[in-house]
C-alpha cells in the first residue's frame, strides 16, 4: 500500500521519507507514536492554560454529573426532556473524560508528552462516537420540544418511554458506525515524516496533515461522516424551532409565549456554541484549514461547551434549578424572577 513511501524519489527531499515504511506488517504506518504540539513554549503560559483547563474540566464533570444524579433520583423529572438531558450530560462527562485528562498530562509535562498509535486511534474513535452522538441527541430533543408545544395534546403518547429509549439508542448505534469507520479509514493511512500532531488531541483534520499519501478519498468521507452528524441534525433542529416559533407566536398571553420559549431556550444556547464549533471545524474546505485557528476553537466544543451544558440547563430552567436546590438541601442556586 506504501511502498512508494520507502523509496527514494528523485523529485527532492520532500518526496523522501526518514522513517521506513518497509518494515513488514509491524507497523503500516512507520510510526509508533506521536506527540502533540504545546500551546506554548513559556512554562507560565502553559501553567495558566493549565489551571484554566483543569477548571472547566472539573465544573463539567461536577455540574453534568448532578445533573444525572438529580434526574435519576427525582421522580418529577422523569419526563422525555429530562431523560434527554441526563443522557447528554451523561455523554458529556464521558465526552471530556476521553480528551482533557491527557491534555493536561501534556501541559504540566516537561519534555513533549507523547501517545502511541493505538492510543491515538483510540481516542479519535470515543470523540467521534460520543460527539457524533451527541450532536443527534440533540436534534432529538428539538424534536422533543416540537411535539411538546406544537402536538401538547398528544405529547404523552407520541413520547412514549419507548420512543424515548430508542431515540437514545439510535444516536449511540449511528454515532458508533460513523466513527468506527472513519477510525479505521484514517490509521489505514500511511504515516511519515514529522510525528507531530499541531492540536491537543487526536483531532481527525489535524492527523490527516501527518499522511504522507492522498488524503482526497478521507477528506470526502470526512465531509459525508460531517454531513451526517452535524449539518442534518442541524436542519432538523432549524425545522423543528421554524414549527415552534410559529405555534409560539399564535399563543395570545405573554406570558405563555414567554414561559413556551423558556423551555427552548436553553437547548437553543448549547446547539448555537457545539454546532457552530463543529461547523467551523468540520465543514469547512480542507485548503483552508488552519491548525492554529483549529485548535483554538476546538476548545469551544471539547472544554467549553460541556461546561456551558449544566450552567445555561440549570440557570435557566426553574424545574431542575429548586430539584438540584432541594437534592442539595439548600438554595444553592438564584431564584427565578
Known amino acids: 500500500m506504501c511502498n512508494w513511501c520507502s523509496r527514494p524519489s528523485k523529485k527532492g527531499p520532500y518526496h523522501q521519507v526518514p522513517l521506513a515504511i518497509s518494515m513488514g506488517d509491524e507497523n503500516r504506518t512507520g510510526m509508533t507514536e506521536f506527540y502533540f504540539h504545546p500551546f506554548s513554549s513559556l512554562p507560565k503560559v502553559q501553567l495558566l492554560i493549565f489551571l484554566i483547563f483543569l477548571l472547566m474540566y472539573v465544573i463539567s464533570v461536577c455540574g453534568n454529573g448532578t445533573i444525572v444524579l438529580t434526574v435519576c433520583t427525582n421522580r418529577s423529572l422523569h419526563t422525555p426532556m429530562y431523560f434527554f438531558l441526563a443522557n447528554l450530560a451523561a455523554m458529556e462527562i464521558c465526552y471530556s473524560t476521553i480528551i482533557a485528562p491527557l491534555t493536561l498530562a501534556n501541559l504540566m509535562s516537561l519534555r513533549k508528552a507523547t501517545i502511541s498509535l493505538a492510543g491515538c486511534s483510540t481516542q479519535m474513535f470515543f470523540y467521534i462516537f460520543l460527539g457524533g452522538a451527541g450532536c443527534v441527541l440533540l436534534s432529538f430533543m428539538a424534536y422533543d420540544r416540537y411535539v411538546a408545544i406544537c402536538h401538547p395534546l398528544r405529547y404523552t ?39 507531530e500532531i499541531y492540536h491537543f488531541f487526536c483531532d481527525i483534520p489535524a492527523v490527516l496533515r501527518l499522511a504522507c499519501s492522498n488524503t482526497h478519498v478521507h477528506q470526502v468521507v470526512l465531509y459525508i461522516c460531517s454531513f451526517i452528524n452535524v ?41 448555537a456554541v457545539m454546532y457552530g464549533c463543529s461547523s467551523f471545524i468540520y465543514l469547512r474546505p480542507s485548503s483552508s484549514y488552519s491548525p492554529e485557528q483549529g485548535r483554538i476553537v476546538s476548545v469551544g466544543y471539547t472544554f467549553v461547551t460541556p461546561v456551558l451544558n449544566p450552567l445555561i440547563y440549570s440557570m435557566r430552567n426553574k424545574e431542575l434549578r429548586d430539584s438540584l436546590s432541594r437534592a442539595l438541601g439548600r438554595k444553592v442556586l438564584p431564584q427565578s424572577k
Open 157 to 195: 403518547l407520541i413520547m412514549n418511554w419507548t420512543v424515548c429509549v430508542s431515540i437514545v439508542a439510535a444516536s449511540l448505534v449511528l454515532g458508533f458506525l460513523v466513527s468506527l469507520n472513519m477510525t479505521i479509514l484514517i490509521f489505514h493511512l500511511p504515516f511519515c515524516g514529522t510525528n
Open 231 to 271: 449539518a442534518i441534525p442541524f436542519l432538523l433542529i432549524c425545522i423543528s424551532y421554524a414549527f415552534i416559533v410559529v405555534a409560539i407566536l399564535r399563543i395570545s398571553s405573554g406570558a405563555g409565549r414567554q414561559r413556551a420559549f423558556s423551555t427552548c431556550s436553553s437547548h437553543l444556547m448549547v446547539v
